[in-house]
């Protein structure tokens, strides 16, 4: 393994895994160190890197499926497997980073680039632990397939001057759930229409519920899948890539809180981004 070496596991959903990715990338160019990136299939996130995005097309930058002896090797150390993995990266790299740690360092500015310098490094993450020099370069890497990129395309014909994007996180997340009410996107939805009479909006949410609720209070003011959100299966990613970069190309983003596939989206497309949160949460 070269000296200079960082290997990234990239952890949770999909604007979790973009998040890091992007992150290591922009760790590799300023410790001109090499990148590896290994993907492991979870439940979390049910397919393949290239059945999402066109390869990275960058130096020192790789990114690969998980095989079998990765999941030995590489896995994050937990208890289904036995913390196992954990020794063989005590014994390959100088340092190791795992995903909740990451999170806590994030946050108390800890230099991920003095940690990484010069080393053979080993990280899992779910955040953006190392930002970029340039705000305006953050995801500029990722491009969806083309065949996605071609129904982004068609969906986003739909759209006017004037639309804004909603996502509304539901199912397993209870902060979401709790924090940002679904009141809040229809006080917030009707405030829009009443500044703009133009106004329509992209709905992104995995409660079917939530969605049947606005289309049915907004008519076809409101744009949204007819898909049912699903993280386990390769036609619910690809979905799930398709409605991030529809939000992206929308006005501005309201979002969540505790999700990041809003936020995500709105620095991609390079566009406001308001997070609605209730400082009376919903009992």
Not at 21 to 36: G, P, Q, V
Not at 236 to 262: C, D, K, N, P, W
């Amino acid at each position: 393994m070269k000296k200079r070496y960082i290997l990234l596991v990239p952890v949770g959903g999909l604007a979790n895994r973009m998040k890091a990715i992007d992150s290591a990338i922009k760790l590799s160019r300023k410790a001109n160190s090499e990148l590896h990136i290994i993907w492991f299939k979870d439940r979390g996130l049910n397919c393949r890197f290239d059945q999402l995005f066109e390869p990275i097309d960058l130096p020192n930058v790789k990114v690969t499926e998980a095989t079998w002896s990765d999941y030995l090797l590489y896995d994050r150390p937990r208890q289904k497997n036995i913390f196992i993995p954990r020794l063989f990266q005590k014994a390959i790299f100088n340092n190791c980073i795992y995903e909740k740690q990451a999170l806590h360092l994030f946050y108390e500015n800890f230099d991920f680039y003095d940690w990484a310098k010069n080393r053979k490094v080993y990280i899992a993450s779910f955040v953006y632990f190392y930002s970029p020099e340039d705000e305006n370069d953050r995801f500029s890497v990722f491009r969806p397939l083309a065949s996605i990129l071609q129904e982004i395309d068609t969906r986003c014909s739909l759209f006017g001057t004037n639309t804004v994007g909603v996502h509304i996180r539901r199912t397993d997340n209870a902060l979401s759930i709790a924090q940002s009410p679904t009141r809040l996107f229809i006080e917030r939805m009707k405030k829009e229409i009443e500044q703009n009479g133009d106004t329509t909006f992209y709905l992104a949410s995995d409660s079917e519920e939530d969605k049947r609720s606005i289309v049915n209070r907004f008519g076809n003011r409101v744009f949204t899948s007819v898909h049912k959100a699903d993280r386990n299966s390769l036609e619910g990613m690809q979905e799930a890539l398709i409605e991030l970069y529809l939000l992206s190309r929308t006005r501005h983003v309201l979002g969540s809180v505790h999700s990041s596939f809003s936020e995500t989206a709105a620095q991609i497309g390079k566009i406001p981004y308001e997070l609605l949160r209730d400082v009376r949460p919903d009992k």
